[in-house]
């Protein structure tokens, strides 16, 4: 008996993990999220786990290139390509709010509360919605470069994705930095 409760255990616990693969971890969280989510869901749940998986699969160090070389890495790049173009075409969408009510965030650097950073969107949405449009055209570009499989363009358009979020962020949310630096 407890041989086989052992084994049932093993067999849960493998079925458990394998059904929370990359892959599905991303589509079900994509599938879950309503056009409703909020910015802040936009950015932690799709757009920084997408992209840092289309930045890490690419690098250039003093210790060599890392590229996708099978089928399979240039796939699941193409995920997370697919996964960030579609949270900036919900970006572009507008009417979002930055969070939940009375939410706070937790994110170094970030001092302004969500209503001040919504304060501050409202006041500028076509800035917003410009740098929307950006993000939206940069994954476009990256699942160009993908789909030719090529990696040097992957990296070059990776900086100009992070080039766009940061221009975003030290715009909206946290604008002080700029400010503070002069």
Known sequence: MLLTLKFALIVI???VFSACSQKSVIRDQKESLESSATIQEL???LIAPASDGVWNSVSKSGIGEKQPHTD????????YAATLLDAAVRLSEGGRLVA???SKFEIPGVKK???EIQQLIDAKPEIFFRYAQQLQATAEETLAAIEAKNPAALREIGGR???TCEQCHTTFWYPNQLESKQ
Do not use: F, T
């Open 43 to 45: 950015m932690l749940s």
């Open 113 to 115: 509360s969500p209503e």
């Open 72 to 79: 399979q890495e240039w796939a699941a790049a193409r995920q």
């Open 100 to 102: 939940i009510k009375d």
């Open 13 to 15: 616990a493998l079925s």
């Open 161 to 163: 994705v992070d080039e």
